[in-house]
């Protein structure tokens, strides 16, 4: 049973494309969060819900809307694609939001 | 905002070597998580550290949180090539999130 699922795995869109990645926990966390990783590894936070409510944004533009349904979803919708957003997108969830992260396997989002 | 700069950014070592990464912050730290993540994988926790001055141990790996608590770094012993990946170590921002160091890439070379 996979804690934290996301689909899809890959991506490949145009420039100028909407899409959307989804994402559901098994684990009854409380915490979700959105996290890029860019070419150069880095990890960094976009978003983190704590039951359904926004906690935390971080400078991301707003072409990307995270919404999530209930307590064990958190999808990702980006509008406008631009090459920069190339990267891969991992969901994770936590406990309380201070807990270790369980990942998601990712998703490799390639703009073209 | 909270920084966290974790060092080496890189290291190749033979099999069987040592390998060391730090993390140090400005700031007084909560608490400090490490995470290791595999090529084409996806971070996977392991360890949390809390107080000052804290030594665990898993296996051939050791991690230490300075009596500061400021830096904390990760060891290993006696690399394998098991061992090769990303590991990052990750500060609780007290917002409920993680801000994550740059990260240290190992390679081992059997």
């Known amino acids: 049973d996979t804690a934290v699922s996301q689909t899809p795995k890959y991506l490949v869109t145009q420039m100028g494309n909407d899409k959307s990645i989804k994402c559901e926990q098994n684990?009854?966390?409380?915490?979700m969060y959105w996290y890029k990783q860019d070419s150069k590894k880095f990890l960094k936070i976009m978003f983190s819900?704590?039951?359904?409510?926004?906690?935390i944004n971080e400078t991301v533009p707003n072409r990307f809307s995270p919404k999530s349904p209930d307590k064990a979803h958190l999808n990702l919708h980006i509008n406008s694609l631009e090459l920069g957003d190339s990267a891969v997108y991992f969901c994770?969830?936590?406990?309380?939001?201070?807990?270790?992260?369980?990942f998601g396997n990712g998703t490799r989002l390639t703009v073209t | 905002g909270q920084q966290v700069m974790q060092i080496p950014q890189y290291q190749h070592v033979q099999e069987g070597e040592d390998f060391t990464t730090y993390c140090n912050s400005s700031?007084?730290?909560?608490?400090i998580q490490w995470y290791k993540q595999r090529p084409g994988g996806h971070p996977v926790f392991l360890i949390q550290?809390?107080?000052?001055?804290e030594v665990k141990k898993q296996k051939r790996l050791t991690f230490q949180f300075g009596e500061a608590k400021k830096n904390s770094s990760l060891h290993i012993t006696a690399t394998q090539t098991t061992d090769v990946g990303t590991y990052f170590c990750?500060?609780?921002?007290?917002?409920?999130?993680?801000?994550f160091g740059s990260g240290t890439r190992l390679q081992v070379q059997p």
């Open positions: 994770a969830s936590s406990q309380d939001g201070h807990s270790p992260l369980h």
């Open positions: 684990l009854g966390h409380d915490t």
């Open positions: 819900y704590n039951n359904k409510e926004l906690i």
């Open positions: 700031t007084t730290l909560s608490n």
């Open positions: 550290l809390v107080k000052s001055g």
């Open positions: 990750a500060q609780d921002t007290g917002r409920r999130a993680l801000t």
